[in-house]
Every structure is written in structure tokens, then in C-alpha cells.
């Protein structure tokens, strides 16, 4: 539709990226006992790159232009051991390169910027390790 009058571009602004960042939103392992136990987790273990959109746009078209793959699988080492109370659990987490931007919506013909998102975030799991916290269950 270049040319047309009114029609719309998207841009990923202000993108910045963080290494060695958890991401307590994608839990990838957990151990817990009916009473005090010491759990260990020692395996491999699958986190998922995760990624926000706004404008109706897909996560697909964001991952590509953070350079990332929205919903692909990584395999991450975990390895902790902790002794755990009966109402406690041993939760393991990725560590993550964190991406922070925004998407811009603007006119086509004339570069005017329309509307700019609030700060979004993606997180694209790292292979070598994770972090292990005690949780309430």
C-alpha cells in the first residue's frame, strides 16, 4: 500500500537488552515434600522465549524485529539443591537476555508518529543456567 494515503508503519523504538536477567514468569522446574525433604533438581530443563505485541500486531512480526523467535524453546541446565519445610518448594527460573522497547505506529507518507506503546518486554532464555529460589507452595 505504499503511496497510499493514511496508511500505517510499525517501528521497534528505544530497544534496549539486558543479559542474565530472570524471568520469574516462566517457571521451569520445582520441588517440594509433604514434609522437610531436601530437594534437588538436576536436569534439562525447557524455557520459552516470550514476547509482547500491541497494536494488533503479532509476536511473530516483534520477534523478527528484535532479531528473536517468539515461542521457541530453549533447553536450559538447572542444577540446585536446598533443604525445603513442608509448606516451601525449590522453584527454578531461566536466566534471560531481557529486551525493553516500544512499537510505534506511524504514517505511512509522512513519517508522523501516531501513537508510541508503553514499555514492552521479551525474554529469550540463556542455555547455560538457571536460578533457583524457595517459594511458599
Not at 500500500?1 to 539486558?18: D, E, W
Not at 505511512?108 to 506503546?117: E, R, W
Amino acid at each position: 500500500m505504499a503511496g497510499t494515503p493514511g496508511y500505517y508503519v510499525y517501528k521497534v523504538v528505544n530497544k534496549t537488552s539486558t543479559k542474565n536477567v530472570v524471568n520469574y514468569g516462566d517457571e521451569i522446574a520445582r520441588c517440594s515434600g509433604s514434609t522437610s525433604v531436601t530437594c534437588t533438581i538436576s536436569r534439562s530443563a525447557d524455557a520459552t522465549v516470550q514476547v509482547s505485541a500491541s497494536f494488533g500486531l503479532t509476536k511473530g512480526w516483534v520477534s523478527g524485529q528484535l532479531g528473536i523467535t517468539a515461542g521457541a524453546t530453549v533447553s536450559t541446565g538447572v542444577s540446585c539443591s536446598a533443604a525445603v519445610s513442608s509448606i516451601k518448594a525449590l522453584v527454578a527460573y531461566p536466566y534471560t537476555t531481557r529486551y525493553r522497547y516500544q512499537i510505534q505506529k506511524v504514517v505511512g507518507p509522512t513519517g508522523h508518529v501516531v501513537d508510541t506503546s508503553g514499555y514492552l518486554y521479551a525474554f529469550k532464555p540463556n542455555k547455560a543456567s538457571a536460578y533457583c529460589r524457595i517459594e511458599t507452595k
